[in-house]
């Protein structure tokens, strides 16, 4: 059994870890590139949306690499997320490929079914040594988050342009040569330290941007055409609203202090949108409102093109902007995204920001008389 | 005070039990007009770009109804059978118009959610009898009339009748000479919306065809074909449609099958999918995907049917036709 999983972000790391450590043979796909998306656009629905699209890439891409398992997590509805490992069976089938799709649900739909799949996976290990890597993992997500974190800040305040991204790259570059999750945490910790050394430029103060919106295409550099480094690089401190590590806090450990945080946020939506409606609707919602409580001066909003929750958050967020004020663009992707255009529309949004605080300066001097 | 019912989404589902709901209540309801060019540019103008068109359409008939009526109507249909649910969109629906629509009047939103468990579902419909007349007794009293008419209209729908011929003429006169059944799968909003299906159902009986709708189909074979399926289907629309159409395919009750669907339906992306998939492998039986969004043209439309039910026609003749010698059908 060679497994494989589709990109998303950082996952990469955790997985190949995970499975490391647990002795299976893993096929980290190749790093997402127009290929990837050519395949993907070509073998899925027309209509699917572009997370389906660029795991079948990554799938194809794999299994010409020898991988024969794919390793996907689930949901139950009623985002469309729920039903990609039965939809992308079905395409892998019809292509010839007989693949195993191994689809982690959330265990409240059958305890049974979770832990036969985990044991399918995991082979002879025991489980004490499951759970131990697992925790191992979960460190490696928290540690590639804040890694990120620490580029977020940096970019926007480095004295020598570029060197944030360019320390970026070689982490990456390094980070594929080890195995196991000592190993890559080791990688991990140690860019950590330089990324926190670069030089900052004095006295700057940076816009501040927050993003909110569809998880995949906010975690995923190449399908939101790295935003990040693209605001970082035009001066803008990013703040993130979903992470990995946020996910898996949330969702697989017991941390009952930031599930509790997590609902106090959520419930600031109320008089928006006071319930679930599949997605991250809801949480685009809450933390456009966090972060507007945390005065930024502008949010974007990432969607992959046909995103159903994202879609009723899109028509809530010019109340959410008529109330509290801050700037909101949302951006849409899908696999028509030109860099030309897209890049254009950020920098006219940033363009906006600036002027607009230089604005409310000016109008703060004049009141105070000076 | 007269309510508003706005005839777009699961209006062509639900509208005799939410008719005689309120007017067992003894309020007045109010539909809006049939789907036109106006309602169809005010919901346009009125929703956000990436919304899907019945969506949209859905915020022109609001607006239709702005000066109709007293209150418009809002159901939040988050699930119709325990587990499932309809659509994000659909559960976000009362949010999107209140955002979208300025001087709305009074509005009445059901909160429709079985996802537990049924009973919830009818106890929205108490809550907001309670609320309109104050009486919980007269509240129950009203959803059980509704819910006997929805259950007749559900029994004439299974005899093969389509939501149009029943709720409203214009499906188009009786064939004498049937020529063969066509198979329509389709969410209700969009088949039986006589401005969006471009009156597919009406050009399909003028062709000398019938038409057979998900909703003649039994539930309990649709549930039968859908626990085949290697997850649980968790969209209560989806799986009827998935389901009707394999039931239709399977059965052989069809001579063609038509997928309706509207430009970047998230549910048709996958579900219409699968169906062409599963045809494909194993009933191989002719189907064609028609998708209609705000800019659709008459003359296109036309030209796709008729395409497709002369393919239909020339493979009855000429399909199995051929001599063993490999000689061409036309002879040469």
């Known amino acids: ?359 409310t300066d000016e109008k703060k001097r004049s009141l105070s008389g000076r | 005070m007269k309510i508003g019912i706005p005839k777009a989404l699961m209006y062509y589902t639900y509208y005799p039990l939410w008719k005689h709901f309120f007017e067992q209540l003894g309020y007045e309801t109010v539909v809006s007009g049939n789907t036109s060019k106006i309602i169809l540019n005010n919901g346009v103008m009125n929703c956000v770009d990436d919304a899907c068109l019945p969506v949209k359409l859905f915020h022109g008939h609001v607006m239709d109804l702005l000066d109709k009526a007293d209150a418009v109507f809002i159901p939040r249909l988050t699930s119709i059978n325990p587990g499932e649910f309809i659509c994000p969109k659909f559960i976000g629906l009362p949010e999107m118009i209140k955002s979208s629509i300025k001087g709305l009047p009074d509005v009445l939103v059901l909160d429709h959610n079985a996802h537990r468990n049924i009973k919830n579902a009818y106890k929205a419909f108490v809550d907001i009898g309670k609320k309109l007349t104050g009486s919980t007794s007269m509240a129950v009293q009203s959803l059980k009339l509704a819910r006997m008419n929805q259950k007749k209209y559900e029994t004439i729908l299974k005899q093969g009748e389509t939501p149009l011929d029943i709720l409203e003429t214009g499906g188009g006169h009786e064939i004498n000479n049937v020529k063969g059944i066509i198979g329509l799968v389709g969410h209700p909003y969009l088949l039986y919306d006589q401005y969006v299906s471009m009156r597919i159902i009406a050009k399909l009986r003028n062709m000398g065809y019938r038409v057979m709708v998900p909703e003649n189909i039994e539930n309990t074979l649709i549930q039968e074909v859908c626990n085949r399926l290697p997850k649980k289907l968790f969209w209560s629309y989806g799986k009827k449609l998935l389901g009707s159409g394999l039931v239709m395919l399977e059965n052989n009750m069809v001579d063609g099958l038509i997928f309706l669907s509207s430009f970047a339906c998230g549910i048709d992306s996958f579900i219409l999918e699968l169906l062409h998939r599963y045809n494909q492998r194993r009933y191989r039986v002719p189907c064609t995907l028609i998708t209609v969004d705000e800019h659709t043209g008459h003359a296109g439309f036309n030209t796709r049917l008729e395409a497709f039910i002369d393919m239909i026609e020339w493979r009855k003749a000429y399909d199995n036709n051929l001599s063993t010698y490999g000689t061409s059908v036309s002879g040469g």
């Open chain 1, 1 to 359: 059994m060679t497994i494989t999983f589709p990109h998303m972000g950082q996952v990469y790391l955790a997985a190949k870890g995970l499975l490391d450590d647990l002795g299976i043979d893993v096929v980290i796909p190749p790093p997402i590139t127009k290929k990837t998306l050519e395949i993907g656009t070509r073998l899925s629905p027309e209509m699917a949306c572009l997370p389906l699209k660029i795991n079948i890439g990554n799938y194809i891409e794999s299994i010409e690499k020898g991988a024969d398992t794919v390793l996907l997590s689930g949901s139950c509805g009623p985002c469309r997320f729920g039903y990609y490992g039965v939809v992308q069976k079905e395409i892998l089938k019809d292509l010839g490929y007989d693949i195993d799709i191994i689809i982690f649900d959330p265990p409240d739909t059958g305890y049974r079914d979770f832990i036969q799949r985990i044991k399918k996976v995991a082979g002879n290990n025991s489980w004490v040594d499951i759970a131990r890597t697992f925790r191992k993992a979960s460190y490696i997500v928290e540690e590639a988050d804040e890694l990120l974190e620490i580029a977020l800040k940096k970019r926007a305040r480095e004295a020598n342009r570029g060197e944030t991204d360019a320390h970026l790259y070689s982490f990456e570059r390094e980070v594929l040569k080890h195995h196991g999750t000592k190993a890559i945490l080791n990688v991990i910790k140690k860019y950590k330290i330089i990324l926190n050394g670069i030089k900052e430029k004095n006295d700057v103060s940076p816009l501040k941007v927050g993003l909110v919106g569809e998880i995949y295409t906010l975690i995923e550099p190449y399908v939101n055409l790295n935003i990040e480094k693209k605001l970082g690089q035009l001066g803008v401190e990013v703040y993130r609203s979903l992470t990995l590590h946020e996910w898996v806090k949330i969702h697989l450990s017991l941390d009952i202090k930031h599930r509790m945080n997590h609902k106090r946020i959520l419930k600031k939506s109320a008089p928006y949108l006071n319930l679930c409606i599949g997605g991250h609707a809801w949480q685009t919602i809450a933390n456009s409102i966090h972060f507007s409580e945390m005065n930024l001066d502008g949010i974007i909003q990432i969607m992959p093109f046909g995103c159903m929750p994202e879609i009723v958050a899109e028509s809530i967020l010019p109340r959410v902007y008529e109330d509290y004020g801050v700037p909101i663009m949302t951006l849409v992707v899908d696999e028509m995204t030109g860099e030309a255009g897209y890049f254009t529309r950020l920098e006219a949004f940033v363009d906006l920001l600036e002027q607009r605080r230089n604005q």
